[in-house]
């Protein structure tokens, strides 16, 4: 095969990306289901494709243009639809497409959209998702909550003997907010900024020391300022503490009030949702939107864990577009071998066992025994080793057919295929595939 076969393959399938999606929408969204969206960005080898434009970088490529595409997946993280934008594209903007798409192309009359707090905003509740009669599902940001609290929508104490409470307030007329606080992940956050606070004082008392000392000391609001600045951009710490640099003084003190306040807030985030709780109650609506989790997931795979996406050298708007629908269809693959090869990977098969261990779906989420033990002994129920999606993959892989040909008999070709080990035989078994396909 050579390069004009591919790109001749290319384009065959760009023609035919709306109507491979609008399949897959049939086969696995429904009316009234959850629709998990999110977005990312991956960077462009050269500058001559239209799409590629400066944006915020995701990649950590300072110089390099870039592109958007946002990715649909159905409640169980399952790839549905992916679509390239401009690489300036704001995340919300991209929303009004997919809005549009599950309405017109896929022809579902309600779903439910679940998006993070950056995308699913007022805006675009306002002008996308409201007019196309479709709920929502998506968060509150901490201006917004903090907002509340101060607003008296609701108490701290409010948490002391539970970690979810719905409440409704007049900012958000016709929805539900579902206030969750993490008490594990509350402290973890303060002693994180405990440590941070901490070394950021002890890296500026050396500052303050050097300016007051009488030989050879630190002068100059600039060359202070400088110092200062490397150690408060490195522990991020800038809007917890007062600064007064003047020519020959340098001093520092904890903003104890605006600490406190954020401190208030650790752990505490708001569920905001259209639904009713007649048709999702409050456990369940978390749990939809901690299931953005999975279409992450598919993110990571499709640019970097599995599929790496990038480089992406294109030059055309439509090849750059196929190139990352291909990338999704590989990754749609790849979710349905890990679905049935589960039990000889890592993945917890017994998801009703882990829910029940654990206590809140506020809560860590927990793994169950048979996960576990899978875990801990590196050997399935039936006694072969646990492997990662990889490394099962390079273990199929080991599976050869030969081509033989005898030098008593020139031209006498017959094939030989290699026989296929316990691993091979189960992995083959749950994937519902003869030896010989």
Request: with cysteine; proline share 4%.
């Amino acid at each position: 095969v050579d390069e004009a076969e591919l790109y001749s393959a290319l384009d065959w399938l760009a023609v035919r990306q709306a109507a491979v999606e609008t399949a897959l929408a049939r086969r696995h969204l429904t009316g009234g289901t959850l629709v998990l969206y999110d977005v990312t960005s991956s960077y462009m080898e050269g500058r001559c494709c239209p799409l590629a434009q400066f944006g915020y970088n995701r990649d950590g490529k300072k110089g390099k243009l870039q592109i958007v595409y946002g990715l649909l997946c159905a409640p169980d993280g399952c790839p549905i639809a992916v679509e390239v934008f401009e690489g300036s594209t704001g995340d919300p903007s991209t929303l009004g497409n997919q809005v549009a798409k599950l309405k017109q192309r896929f022809g579902l009359d309600h779903v439910v959209l679940v998006g993070d707090r950056g995308m699913i905003t007022q805006a675009r509740i306002t002008q996308d998702i409201k007019p196309a009669g479709l709920d929502w599902i998506t968060a509150l940001r901490a201006p917004a909550i903090r907002a509340l609290l101060e607003g008296g929508a609701f108490q701290m104490s409010l948490f002391d003997d539970r970690d979810m409470a719905a409440i409704t307030a007049p900012d958000f007329p016709g929805e539900r907010l579902i206030l969750c606080r993490n008490h594990a992940l509350a402290a973890e956050r303060a002693r994180k900024r405990e440590d941070l606070l901490r070394a950021t004082e002890r890296e500026l008392a050396p500052i303050a020391a050097a300016a007051r000392r009488k030989r050879e000391p630190l002068r100059g609001k600039a060359e202070i300022g400088l110092a200062v600045g490397a150690v408060i951009n490195r522990h991020k710490m800038a809007k917890h503490f007062t600064l007064e640099i003047t020519d020959t003084t340098f001093a520092f003190a904890r903003k104890t009030a605006e600490i406190a306040a954020e401190a208030a807030l650790d752990g505490l985030y708001a569920v905001r949702t259209s639904l009713p709780a007649t048709a999702l109650d409050d456990a369940a609506t978390v749990k939809s939107y901690k299931s953005l989790s999975l279409v992450e997931r598919a993110i990571r795979s499709i640019k970097t864990v599995d599929l790496h996406v990038r480089p992406v050298y294109h030059w055309l708007p439509e090849r750059v577009r196929a190139h990352v629908f291909l990338c999704m269809l590989g990754y749609y693959l790849e979710w349905h071998m890990r679905q049935r090869l589960a039990p000889m990977l890592y993945d917890d098969t017994d998801k009703q066992a882990a829910e029940a261990l654990r206590a809140s779906v506020v809560a860590k989420a927990e793994r169950s025994p048979a996960a576990r033990a899978k875990q801990t002994t590196g050997r399935t129920h039936d006694g072969l080793p646990v492997h990662s999606f990889h490394t099962l993959i390079a273990d199929l892989a080991t599976l050869t057919r030969n081509t033989v040909e005898i030098a008593t008999a020139p031209g006498m070709l017959f094939t030989i295929t290699a026989r296929p080990t316990p691993i091979h035989s189960k992995a083959f078994e749950l994937l519902a595939v003869a030896r010989t396909q």
